[in-house]
């Protein structure tokens, strides 16, 4: 409830167990403020808890238990699971997560039980978050086409140059170029502040959001920011500065009318 009320989406991780105060914010925030609130289902989650049980074994009985075979099947039944989680706290839709590499093949359970939801929940918010050029080549995935935003991580550039750069290179054949938004991070404090940055920073972020010559260079339509690691910006004074420098620049003020302007004067005061 503390974030500021121009935020349209917050988009929640780690979702398991949800405290109770929390899952009465999920409504408390959509009532008063109109902002909806997302679990994100994170495939990056699941494989590196793949890898670290993997690792375990090694040396042990259980070494030959963890093939890519039954990844996939420990890949789906952990997909469902999170997004389970979207009606079990009353979460207004999901946002599907993935961070990998080309070779997505193994993550095709994930990206085909996610499609499954969107259509046991046509009515549900739906974002893909990630490099979308990664899951083309999945096999009957319509996670991108049925998305309402693709949301394009800005961790690999720091500059608008960059930026462009990187979505154009997300902005394969199948990927929609209509509904593009950049997630710029906060630095965490705990890192040293500032001197931890990664990418972009939220305000240059901005300010390519809202730059009509990045549409042009990129053919996009760049319809917003999502800003990760926003809990660390509460600890900034004010509350939540960065945030609230990123969406002064995505909202500006409008200019005054100068009273001095003779283009602004009825006819009678000419």
Not at 47 to 57: D, L
Not at 238 to 266: C, D, F, H, Q, V
Request: net charge negative; hydrophobic share 35%.
């Amino acid at each position: 409830m503390s974030m500021p009320d121009s935020v349209d989406y917050l988009l929640m991780t780690d979702v398991d167990n949800l405290h109770p105060a929390l899952m009465d914010e999920i409504a408390e925030v959509r009532s008063k403020k109109g902002t909806r609130t997302l679990n994100v289902v994170d495939y990056t989650t699941i494989r590196s808890a793949w890898v670290a049980m993997k690792e375990e074994s090694s040396g042990t009985e259980h070494e030959g238990d963890f093939t890519e075979d039954k990844f996939a099947e420990y890949c789906k039944i952990e997909t469902e699971k999170q997004l389970a989680a979207c009606s079990r706290y009353g979460f207004d839709g999901i946002v599907v997560s993935y961070l990998g590499g080309y070779d997505s093949s193994v993550a095709a359970p994930f990206v085909l039980a996610a499609d499954t939801w969107r259509r046991d929940n046509p009515d549900k918010l739906l974002f893909f978050r990630g490099y979308p050029a990664f899951i083309t080549s999945i096999e009957n995935q319509t996670i991108l086409s049925e998305c309402d935003y693709v949301i394009i991580l800005t961790e690999g550039a720091s500059s608008s140059v960059a930026i462009s750069r990187m979505v154009r290179d997300q902005l394969e054949e199948g990927v929609p170029s209509d509904r593009i938004v950049l997630e710029a991070s906060v630095p965490s404090i705990a890192d040293g502040g500032s001197d931890a940055q990664v990418g972009a920073s939220l305000q240059v972020a901005a300010q390519w959001v809202m730059d009509p010559k990045t549409s042009q260079t990129v053919q996009c339509d760049k319809l917003g920011l999502c800003a990760s690691n926003a809990q660390e910006d509460y600890f900034n004074t004010p509350t939540y500065k960065r945030i609230r420098e990123a969406l002064g620049i995505l909202n500006p003020e409008p200019e005054e009318e100068s009273e001095n302007n003779p283009e602004n004067k009825n006819d009678d005061e000419k």
